[in-house]
T-cell receptor
Framework: AQTVTQSQPEMSVQEAETVTLSCTYD???????LFWYKQPPSRQMILVIR??????QNATENRFSVNFQKAAKSFSLKISDSQLGDAAMYFC?????????????FGQGTTLQVKP | EAQVTQNPRYLITVTGKKLTVTCSQN?????MSWYRQDPGLGLRQIYY???????DKGDVPEGYKVSRKEKRNFPLILESPSPNQTSLYFC?????????????FGPGTRLTVT
């Protein structure tokens, strides 16, 4: 079965500092996508970053970057220069490349607190 | 503006009273899904649709129905809601095929069943 695990229910970071959120996944597929979604108090699901498994280069989006370790099935999110607006719940998600369901498999979520 | 809309945003109802949550997208997406979000469980897929008149069960379909009569609309129907269906519900849509697989989410519907 394909699963995604986020082992940190809550994290906190001081404003302007760096924090890393962990995610591991289990799959027998070799081609897939991985995502990090942000859910602020408004509840809207916002795509933060996407990684294609066939790409060895780690994805980056401004202050957000990932450390993708395919062999270890690990996909962590690093937030640099944390801002108060980064406070949210973050979800890691997986989908196989060859899927006919359109399904994203989500982790349990990590609530990030940013301290001023 | 490309978007997925859901209505209502909040709903409080009683056990057994049929309800429908509507979902509509304006991006001509083939795929649409319904998810429910529960604390400690993340989001789980309830039902999905690959195109008009093509729907199938996701991971937690019990107690729900869906229909896809038009490409843009994908309503979620709870014919006899129970308290264990109290949850946050999201509709999502995406393009078919092996594209970026990005899913666009609606704003969510907070449902409480008493």
């Amino acid at each position: 079965a394909q699963t995604v695990t986020q082992s940190q229910p809550e994290m906190s970071v001081q404003e302007a500092e760096t924090v890393t959120l962990s995610c591991t996944y289990d799959t027998s597929e070799s081609d897939y996508y991985l995502f990090w979604y942000k859910q602020p108090p408004s509840r809207q699901m916002i795509l933060v970053i996407r990684q294609e498994a066939y790409k060895q280069q780690n994805a980056t989006e401004n202050r957000f970057s990932v450390n993708f370790q395919k062999a270890a099935k690990s996909f962590s999110l690093k937030i640099s220069d944390s801002q108060l607006g980064d406070a949210a719940m973050y979800f890691c998600a997986y989908t196989p490349l060859w899927s006919n369901t359109g399904k994203l498999i989500f982790g349990q979520g990590t609530t990030l607190q940013v301290k001023p | 503006e490309a978007q997925v809309t859901q209505n209502p945003r909040y709903l409080i109802t009683v056990t057994g009273k049929k309800l429908t949550v509507t979902c509509s997208q304006n991006m001509n997406h083939e795929y649409m899904s319904w998810y429910r979000q529960d604390p400690g469980l993340g989001l789980r897929q309830i039902y999905y649709s690959m195109n008009v008149e093509v729907t199938d069960k996701g991971d937690v379909p019990e107690g729900y129905k869906v229909s896809r009569k038009e490409k843009r609309n994908f309503p979620l129907i709870l014919e006899s809601p129970s308290p264990n269906q109290t949850s946050l519900y999201f509709c999502a849509s995406s393009l078919s095929g092996t594209s970026s697989r990005e899913q666009y989410f609606g704003p969510g519907t907070r449902l409480t069943v008493t």
